[in-house]
């Protein structure tokens, strides 16, 4: 009786190209930290120009299919902001902090509405092209919940953080109070 295993091989062989090609576009997404010194000359122009008075805080670097982007983590006055650039250093997108009564009214009477329990711990505007976005934090009891809206106050994305998540949260906002400090 022979058995004929090139089925198995052929299926074995496409499970294995699909599994390195699911970790090649993990590893290619992955941010890398980089020094704000080695960032390239049009992102230190466009971010000097555009951001004058904030200060560089962090900076990475990550490829998103065959484009790399920069991130700067910035801090001006009270506001933290993430800027991300193209390498020609074009502006991509800003996520930045912002008061809570500056979230549009619609969004405010969502988060009455569907979060009334809910301590809002912060409020985030992203600004990608002609999207613009809202991200909140907020305290429920001793979780966390990131919810994403659109400017009307549609939940885009809504995420209960777990403990060990929380607790990195609680860590994170003590390490921005004391940096404000």
């Known amino acids: 009786m022979t058995r004929n295993f090139k089925p198995r091989l052929k299926v074995g062989v496409m499970v294995s190209s699909l599994l ?3 970790a090649s576009a993990k590893l290619n997404a992955q941010e890398k930290k980089i020094k704000p010194e080695n960032l390239p000359a049009a992102i230190r122009t466009a971010f000097t120009t555009g951001f004058p008075n904030a200060k ?4 990475s670097t ?6 790399r982007y920069y991130e700067i983590e ?3 006055g ?3 902001r993430d800027l991300l650039y193209s390498s020609e250093g074009a502006l991509v997108e800003v ?5 809570n009564d500056a979230l549009p009214e619609s969004l405010r009477a969502s988060l009455t509405r569907n979060y009334a329990k ?9 600004v990608r092209g002609t999207d613009t976005t809202f991200e909140v934090t907020m305290k429920i009891g001793s979780k966390r919940k990131e919810v994403k809206f659109n400017g009307a106050g ?4 809504d995420e209960t953080k777990t403990t060990p998540k929380s607790k990195e949260m609680n860590r994170k906002e003590s390490k921005d109070e004391e940096d404000d400090d």
């Not at 990550?62 to 484009?67: D, L, P, Y």
Request: cysteine-free; overall charge negative.
């Open 154 to 157: 549609v939940v885009l994305k």
């Open 62 to 67: 990550e490829v998103e299919g065959s484009v």
């Open 56 to 59: 560089i805080k962090g900076a």
């Open 78 to 80: 009270s506001v933290r």
């Open 20 to 22: 390195l090609l699911t």
């Open 74 to 76: 910035s801090v001006d």
């Open 118 to 126: 809910a301590e809002v711990v912060r409020s985030e505007r992203v």
């Open 95 to 99: 996520e930045e902090t912002i008061p």
